[in-house]
């Protein structure tokens, strides 16, 4: 197997925004980790003696309107966002990587028929679709997943399609094609190797944009459902206590953005180095 080479120096842009984005990152990341082992309380248990409770030492985050710590329901929901996205991206990534490279690689009918198909469902707004099928097949964990993996999965064929039609003409495929090696080993051991630095910033924005559109749909009530949290649904449950109890707001809303804009500065980061060739 042979790969392009690349260089691996960082310029200092993009080290600021890895810096940044893994700060941001790693608080959503800790809260998910320690979620897996303890939370202060049961995310479901509520108390109707304690709601709407201002954060306090007993309650540091406060606590709902059906006097649920809220606390600890944003570490369950950190569970829901990371397992979502990182689940969606990867049927995305496996869909679209087994679609665009074969696009890219052979060309003609092949790749007309492929793009035909991400087109037509590109052309239609992807939060749309997604509510759409969720609606249709039901408001669950794995029927989100699965509608936010085939929406983006268009976006990743596109990426392995381009970035295959500049590695295949490259001398050493060409020679690998005239010593008759089979076009599935020269794209799983030649072309896909040079496109990973391709597909990670893709990736890591996929993971971002995966977890507005949850978000957005568990605000609507077709994402994660009760008695779960998410950050979406408590955003939703929230707007009616938002002048009483603006913490029920303010905690799931920051630990989104601390998400979502982490992954947004690592993907810049990808994005600067790769474009300046790792050059200082």
Avoid at 179 to 193: D, L, Q, S
């Amino acid at each position: 197997m042979e790969t392009v080479r690349h260089n691996k120096y960082r310029s200092p842009e993009a080290s600021a925004f890895y810096a940044a984005g893994l700060a941001l990152l790693g608080i959503v990341v800790v809260t998910f980790i320690i979620s897996l082992f303890w939370t202060p309380y049961s995310p479901e248990a509520t108390d109707a003696a304690s709601k709407l409770l201002a954060p306090c030492l007993e309650h540091p985050f406060g606590t709902d309107n059906f006097g649920r710590d809220v606390l600890s329901r944003v570490m369950s929901a950190s569970k829901y966002t990371i397992y979502i996205s990182a689940a969606g991206v990867a049927i995305a990534l496996i869909l679209g990587t087994l679609a665009g490279i074969p696009a890219g690689y052979f060309g003609g009918y092949t790749d007309k028929g492929i793009m035909l198909l991400g087109n037509s469902i590109m052309c239609f707004p992807g939060i749309l679709l997604a509510l759409v099928a969720v609606a249709v097949f039901g408001a669950s964990v794995t029927n989100v997943i699965w509608a936010l993996g085939l929406v983006f999965a268009p976006t990743f064929a596109r990426v392995c399609r381009v970035g295959t039609m500049e590695i295949k003409e490259l001398d050493y495929i060409t020679h690998a094609r005239v010593m008759g090696v089979k076009p599935y080993r020269i794209m799983a051991m030649h072309i896909f190797p040079n496109l990973v630095p391709q597909l990670l910033p893709a990736t890591v924005i996929g993971l971002a944009n995966m977890t507005l559109f949850e978000s957005g749909m568990s605000y609507l009530g077709l994402g994660v459902q009760p008695p779960d949290a998410s950050f979406g649904k408590m955003l939703s449950d929230s707007q009616a206590y938002i002048r009483v109890a603006p913490w029920l707001v303010v905690f799931p809303a920051l630990m989104l953005v601390f998400y979502i804009l982490g992954l947004y500065f690592i993907s810049e980061g990808l994005r600067v180095n790769l474009a300046k060739g790792g050059k200082r």
